[in-house]
């Protein structure tokens, strides 16, 4: 392999490293989700969960998703996260 082959080797080889660089930088991105546990009998819950969707609305690329404890999939997810109390907004 001369010198020159060798050059547009690593010349490919970069030019190939930054394409795809740019594509992960051009990729749209999954929502980053605010997850806010919740309770019906909580007193606090509904305001925790109208500023929570405040913050989304002023930030793009943000949604909110409650998770209410009184339901077996939000009852599951807080004791995953280890959540005792509500409103809650598990830092993950």
């Known amino acids: 392999m001369t010198e020159d082959d060798e050059l547009a080797l690593i010349k490919k080889k970069k ?3 930054l394409m795809k660089r740019q594509q992960d930088i051009l990729a749209p991105k999954p929502p980053a989700v605010i997850e806010v546990f919740t ?32 339901t077996p999939q939000g009852f599951a ?7 005792q109390a509500v409103p809650t907004i598990p830092r993950i």
Do not use: D, F
């Open 77 to 83: 997810k807080a004791a995953l996260y280890g959540v």
């Open 39 to 70: 309770s019906p009998t909580c007193p606090h819950c509904p305001r925790a969960l109208e500023m929570a969707k405040q913050v989304a609305m002023q930030m793009p690329g943000i949604r909110v998703v409650e998770q209410s404890t009184a």
């Open 15 to 17: 030019l190939e490293e």
